[in-house]
């Protein structure tokens, strides 16, 4: 089965982000994406709001500010958490895209050859194959040149990779 949400890519070297956040700018493009997707009619935050908002630093974005910052974003009406491989398959399924990092350093696999060493990407489908998953994903561009959508392999990047979900939460009442 293969599933690939119409998601629209951005680069994260675009000139409208600040040119000195571009190289780290992988994570907040990555939440600009998502949340263009899920929340289309709310006002678009820019890239470089995001940057700000999230507390990206120049060496990147670490998984606990994500949550934490996208948290304080999008409200108690979502919810924000690190998920497995099966949970974001299962986001996937219900029509929703996911945060992925990959992350060689911060995991301890500094000699691991994954498909990039540090950064976020938006998961927008996926493939399941005999051996393997195969993931679908934009990966935010590069000095000029628009994101593209790439299939990676799960099995070559698995101990690297971190999954982050953004589903609605029930609102509890008062």
């Not at 006002?43 to 934490?68: A, D, E, M, V, W």
């Not at 696999?109 to 498909?115: A, E, Q, S, V």
């Not at 927008?124 to 392999?153: A, F, K, P």
Request: aromatic letters at 12%; charged letters at 25%; a positive charge.
């Amino acid at each position: 089965m293969r599933i690939q949400l119409p998601v629209d890519g951005q680069s994260q070297y675009t000139d409208n982000v600040r040119k000195k956040w571009q190289n780290s700018a992988c994570g907040p493009t990555t939440a600009a994406i998502i949340l263009d997707y899920l929340l289309p009619h709310e006002s678009p935050k820019s890239i470089n709001q995001l940057y700000k908002q999230l507390r990206t630093t120049r060496i990147g974005l670490f998984k606990y500010r994500f949550i934490r910052n996208l948290r304080k974003i999008v409200g108690p009406t979502w919810s924000v958490e690190g998920c497995s491989l099966d949970d974001a398959l299962l986001e996937l399924r219900e029509g929703r895209p996911v945060a992925i990092k990959f992350d060689r350093y911060f995991s301890f696999h500094f000699f691991l050859k994954p498909t990039f060493a540090y950064h976020w990407v938006p998961l927008i489908g996926y493939e399941e194959t005999e051996n393997d998953v195969v993931l679908i994903i934009h990966d935010n561009g590069g000095r000029n040149r628009d994101s593209q959508i790439r299939e990676v392999s799960f099995q070559a990047n698995r101990k690297v990779l971190s999954f982050v979900k953004m589903s609605p939460s029930s609102v509890r009442e008062q």
